[in-house]
């Protein structure tokens, strides 16, 4: 008998998209909003900031580091109830903040926070695979930006609430509130069903599911692993030393008169880096779906050189420096959806929680490798040198994306579509030996 026609469940699947981006959402103020309560938390306790922003790298290495556990989980007990499991922990790290009067307990809940926030985002994004073989690109970009953007709304009642009843009580309150409502929406999540959702017509896909370790005995993701580091370790070194590059650049302070309202160069960069984020990851999928992955990063992460090697090099102009910085975290964000996208047409969907999870701690290793832009810094006594040696990254990932990346993901799914093909041959072939036996 030949397998059903695939039925694609339009309506359901792009449910599932939104309620995936509704607990990414609910997410996203442990790291974005946290900003705000550091000054209040230093007030009121007199300990260093340095010391307080330890909660931050604890909550980050957390996130991205067992990546590949919870993803193993996912796997294994599917959305709801990884959702589940991540929204009472992003509860409880905000109410372990707004109880907590020493160090340590700020740091337990930063590391409460990465669990929860990991295994939200990786649950959602994992489902957002599943559902969209033929729109991964836009599907996990809509939901990696679901995160990226999902402070926006919430940003000024924080710091209002913040204002007027304490930071302790807004970190109760909020925790209490998106706690809840990642809880609830995770019961409306679920996997796809066999044969409920439709392949690609437009891109080089894999017609098998890979195992972990099949995976990782593949020259495709060694190859993506590296990529995946060149553009992420240089997007973070951009993202984290922008102050200090603004301070040197000597447009820091500068005030932009953009008729309806004047602000400091800084902070307006700042602000467009969460615009362009967000636009970045949907943006950029949605074009990867349609192109191709391999032709879409050459795009992304040559724009991406090219504006970090501009901003050094015009970079003292205030103006420059905003439209410049703004190109930047346009082309920096969609590594997060392609990446993800990409590992779903190689290797399948239903181990892809360990898979990407793996892939992931790329992301932590960048993070690792971000204290080497100050080193560099100090060592010449210019940012352009860090500067271009994060640009030269990203154009070596772009040469690598459409030198390397593209033959071997050619070759690549054209293995796994002869191992697909030996397979079912030797499963009809059983099938047809145990049918034959006497009874």
Not at 28 to 42: C, D, G, K, R, S
Not at 345 to 370: N, Q, R, S
Request: hydrophobic share 55%; net charge positive; charged share 10%.
């Amino acid at each position: 008998m030949s397998n059903p026609a695939p039925i694609t469940s339009s309506k359901t699947r792009w449910i599932q998209l939104v309620v995936g981006v509704i607990c990414m959402i609910a997410t996203a103020n442990i790291q974005y909003a946290w900003t705000l309560f550091v000054p209040e938390i230093q007030t009121k306790f007199g300990w260093a900031r340095a010391e307080i922003q330890i909660a931050f790298t604890i909550f980050v290495l957390v996130q991205t580091w067992l990546a590949p556990i919870e993803g193993h989980f996912i796997d294994k007990f599917g959305p709801r109830w990884m959702v589940a499991f991540g929204a009472i922990f992003i509860g409880l790290a905000w109410i372990m903040n707004s109880q907590a009067t020493t160090l340590l307990g700020y740091y337990i809940g930063a590391a409460l926070g990465g669990i929860g926030v990991g295994s939200i985002y990786a649950t959602c994004i994992n489902n957002a695979l599943k559902w969209f073989p033929d729109r991964r690109g836009l599907a996990v970009g809509l939901t990696a930006g679901g995160y990226g953007a999902g402070s926006a709304a919430t940003i000024l009642p924080i710091a209002a609430m913040i204002e007027s009843a304490g930071f302790q009580q807004t970190f109760m309150f909020f925790g209490l509130l998106q706690g809840s409502l990642a809880f609830v929406a995770a019961w409306f999540l679920r996997s796809p069903k066999a044969n409920e959702t439709k392949a690609s017509h437009k891109l080089v896909q894999a017609t098998r599911d890979y195992t972990l370790k099949e995976a990782l005995n593949t020259k495709l993701f060694w190859l993506m692993f590296l990529m995946f580091i060149l553009v992420v370790t240089g997007g973070l070194m951009a993202v984290a030393q922008l102050g200090v590059i603004a301070k040197d650049l000597g447009v820091k302070e500068f005030q932009v008169d953009l008729y309806f309202f004047v602000m400091a160069a800084l902070p307006l960069a700042l602000m467009l880096d969460r615009i362009m984020n967000g636009i970045s990851r949907p943006f950029f999928g949605w074009i990867s779906d349609n192109i191709g992955r391999e032709k879409t990063m050459v795009i992304a992460f040559t724009l991406e050189g090219c504006g970090i090697v501009a901003l050094g090099y015009f970079g003292h102009n205030p103006y420059a420096f905003l439209i410049l910085s703004g190109v930047v975290f346009l082309a920096w964000g969609e590594v997060y959806s392609l990446f993800s996208a990409l590992a779903g047409d190689a290797f399948g969907t239903k181990h892809i929680g360990k898979i990407y999870g793996v892939l992931y701690t790329a992301k932590g290793i960048g993070a690792i490798l971000v204290p080497m832009g100050n080193l560099l810094m100090e060592a010449t006594g210019t940012w352009s040198t860090v500067l271009y040696t994060v640009a030269c990254m990203d154009l070596t990932a772009a040469f690598l994306a459409i030198m390397v990346l593209r033959p071997v993901l050619a070759k690549h799914v054209m293995k796994s579509r002869n191992m697909l093909d030996g397979e079912n041959a030797a499963a009809l072939a059983a099938g047809r030996m145990q049918g034959a036996r006497p009874a």
